[in-house]
């Protein structure tokens, strides 16, 4: 079981910053790629940015450039870092784990809202 706990979500205005964290506990042995998604009111869940093991990234084109994804393996912890933000990016963030076997895990969601 692994359990996943997002955090620093917030209001900010447009070309603002924050960083989003996720907190993995339980069996963090068997997670293999990390990522961060985010839904917005009456769109669908879309891959933000994600992370493998070793530390090689992917973004999504509407983000590269101001996200930096990362990830403590030691300190069992993933980050978004977020600059530039814009009205668009106002979503809910949500982390996801993925094990070795494919399964995936998913934390509650933490708000995101850029104000214009």
């Known amino acids: 079981q692994v359990q996943l706990v997002e955090s620093g979500g917030g209001l900010v205005q447009a070309g603002g910053s924050l960083r989003l964290s996720c907190a993995v506990s339980g069996s963090s042995a068997i997670i293999n790629d990390m990522g961060w998604y985010r839904q917005a009111p009456g769109k669908q869940r879309e891959l933000v940015a994600s992370?493998?093991?070793?530390?090689?990234?992917n973004y999504a084109d509407a983000v590269k450039g101001r996200f930096t994804i990362s990830r403590d393996n030691a300190e069992n912890t993933l980050y978004l870092q977020m600059a530039s933000l814009k009205p668009e990016d106002t979503a809910v963030y949500y982390c996801?784990?993925?094990?070795?076997?494919?399964?995936?895990?998913w934390g509650q969601g933490t708000q995101v809202t850029v104000s214009s």
């Open positions: 992370i493998t093991r070793g530390g090689n990234t």
């Open positions: 996801n784990a993925l094990t070795r076997w494919n399964f995936s895990y």
